[in-house]
């Protein structure tokens, strides 16, 4: 086995389990897409001349089966091989010889990891806009089954004013569809090809086509200058967990409300036996686990972003290893909000309510503010002393 940078001489054990870290296991979900962008790499180095027919032709067949063999769990990323790059390259070159040796021509692991997680992030934050979708779908049914059901409002965790269960989903579904427009705006930055900067300067002598490779990958315009490349490095993955930050926040608010409600105080929100878990020595109990964890979850993406600004805080221009750290927390905090809102939307579906507990907890002090205003349009009284007498009732 040979990476990518060998020179023949032997690497010590622990300096390669520390430098390589988890990259070999995190890019196993890259593998695809990093066949995708050596395929359109292997096209645009053929259309320049660097490639033959045959040699082109050869190594897109290879690399659709070593993809597919991926797919289908035959071969994963190993430690020895550090990244996707290289086991994929490896796989290459032992599949069709000297034309794969030929594939790295003009790029660099650089500009490579870049490709592949910018089209994987283009594609998972439309994945997780979906499941922002799916529960606000889900509260949408559940305002059409029972959204007529008068229930009150808080403010300062105190019953304020009447409203209804459909404004309550009826709140949460348009955040959680404002988040959804929020991950896909965030995929403009993961929207440029930065195939052709290499290590971050470009590529000497050869003539790159990158306009070829953009429009092969989906790429919206290539990464201009060259040198701004890995200076983006970051900022990409810092606004796809913002955005998914945001996502989990609502979700968590969502599921602190879905606890409160399903309490014996409260008893507006019935849950089945499959949602709840039991208690190992309360034989009557019915928690509501699943709700509690995807609120205790919102840290998880809000920690996953300040874990990432920090690596990228303060460092120079140009490529650090230390970039290299981003994928963890951006794969972690993305997983989270996409585990919550694809638990939501399984479980809202499951959800009653207590049409007799919602009505009976709307007393009329909560008319107070609707009193009020009437005296001011059908008395014309000053909005002040309409709120004193209605205080006073």
Known sequence: MTRLWDRNEPLDRLVLEFTAGEDHALDDRLVAYDVRASAAHAEMLRAAGHLSDAENGAVQRALAEIGAAHARGEWRVALEEEDCH?????????????????????????????????????????AL?????????????IAARQGALAMPGYTHMQRAMPTSLAGWTGAFAAEIRDDAAGLLAARRRADRNPLGSAAGYGVPVLSLDRALTTRAL?????????????????????????????????????????C??????????????????????????????????????????TAALLELLAVTAKLPSGYHRD??????????????????????????????????????AVDPSL??????????????LPFREAYRRARET
Do not use: C
């Open 86 to 126: 290289t086991a994929l390259e490896n796989r290459l070159t032992a599949a069709v010889g000297e034309a794969g040796a030929r594939i790295h021509l003009g790029r660099s692991r650089n500009d490579q990891v870049l490709a592949a997680l910018r089209l994987w992030l283009k594609d998972e934050l439309a």
């Open 129 to 141: 806009a979906g499941e922002a979708e799916g529960v606000a779908g889900a509260l949408d049914a």
């Open 218 to 258: 989906g790429f919206a315009a290539a990464h201009e200058p060259v040198t701004a490349v890995q200076l983006s490095r970051g900022k990409a993955e810092a606004g796809a967990l913002f955005e998914a930050a945001l996502l989990a926040q609502d979700l968590g608010r969502l599921a602190a409300d879905l």
């Open 260 to 301: 409160l409600f399903a309490t014996a105080e409260f008893g507006f929100v019935k849950l089945p036996a499959a949602l709840t878990t039991g208690s190992s020595m309360l034989p009557q109990k019915r928690n509501p686990d699943l709700f509690e964890l995807v609120r205790g979850r919102t840290g998880e993406a």
């Open 323 to 360: 970039l290299q750290l981003t994928k963890k927390p951006l794969f972690r905090g993305l997983d989270s909000a996409s585990a919550g809102a694809r638990l939501l939307a399984h479980a809202l579906p499951l959800v009653e309510f207590d049409e007799a507990r919602m009505r009976a």
């Open 367 to 380: 008319l107070a503010a609707e009193r009020a205003y009437r005296m001011v349009v059908e008395l014309g």
